[in-house]
């Protein structure tokens, strides 16, 4: 399945249906009068959050979504049945971004989310509301009301417990190959992740979901290589992995550009629990990586894993430290909920402003 996380779409919500015009024609009956019903409402636009899905790609070949219009309304003062809602089914973690200024307009985080998006129109009203003592055969009748219309932008953002970031090349794909079922390529050569990668870490009776997004560049911020097309997946997760190359030319200078890039994304990446993790220590000696490790030190880091997503050398010691982070992390959005009044909206999210590529 290709993964796919932002595509355009066409929504319109169902027409109410037009009221009748009819008149009782019924034996002994002299004076029948104007009997015509109203016309049924139109169709909603529902957007739901279901399980199971984590890309876009359906909304590829299915771009225009249209609720059904409402039925006219009938004699005997019968109403037109209603037009069938229209739900649209997105993967959790879906934004609705609007096309003409980029404002965010619904975000789905949890499964079975729903939010009606565009209302149907109302039907329109039948000759038998139209009757007054002075107007006693009325022939008008109301056509319905239209329904809404917009173009949108779908926007994916990934949920997962725990981001994968890091240069090009430090060893993201094969990490990620070692800790969970994954099949993500590894190539020696820069960018050979070129979608991020979801799995399902298993460590000491626990589960979690890992993320993997391509690899950073300097400049990634502001759209140089693809990296910034893929920050938004690392938003919500709670903790951060920072994969560094040990056999590197600078290894001090690929933490600072990837802690830079953090930095001037925004939506606090920075601010983010991290593990610092010294990788490929199968291709240096104990020596060396203690040289490393320490020249990280100097620089400001304060907890560096040393280890090998090649032969999992020192990978359980660094899954060890971060399930008290990940369950700090819980513990402060439970919190967070327990102390909104039901009253009042979430707390907004700060948004970054969003074109799409």
Sequence with gaps: MHFLDQAKIYIRSGAGGPGAVSFRREKYVEYGGPDGGYGGKGGDI?????????????????????????????????????????????????????????????????????????????????????????????????????????????????????????????????????????KAKVGAYPFTTLRPQLGVVSHRDREFVLADIPGLIEGA??????????????????VLIHLIDATGDDPVKAWEIVQGELEAYGADLEDKPQVVALNKGDLLGQELMDDVAAQLRDAGVETIFTISGATGQGVSEMMDALLPLIDAGHDAVEALGDGMDPDDDAPAEEVKPWSPI
């Design 221 to 238: 911020a502001e759209g140089v290589g693809i990296g910034d097309r893929f920050l938004g997946h690392i938003e919500r997760c709670r």
């Design 46 to 182: 529902i957007f739901e959050a279901v399980a199971g899905l984590n890309t876009l790609i359906d909304f590829r070949y299915a771009q225009h979504f249209k609720a059904q219009r409402g039925m006219p309304g009938m004699g005997k003062n019968r109403y037109g049945a209603g037009g069938d809602d229209l739900v649209v089914k997105v993967p959790v973690g879906t934004q609705v971004i609007s096309d003409e200024d980029g404002e965010i307009l619904a975000d789905f985080t949890k499964v079975g989310q729903r939010q009606v998006f565009l209302r149907g129109g109302d039907g329109g009203r039948g000759n038998m509301s139209y009757k007054t003592s002075t107007n006693r055969a009325p022939r008008q009748h109301g056509t319905g009301w239209p329904g809404a219309e917009m173009w949108v932008w779908l926007r994916l953002k990934l949920l997962a417990d725990v981001g994968l970031v890091g240069l090009p090349n430090a060893g993201k794909s094969t990490f990620i190959n070692q800790v969970t079922n994954t």
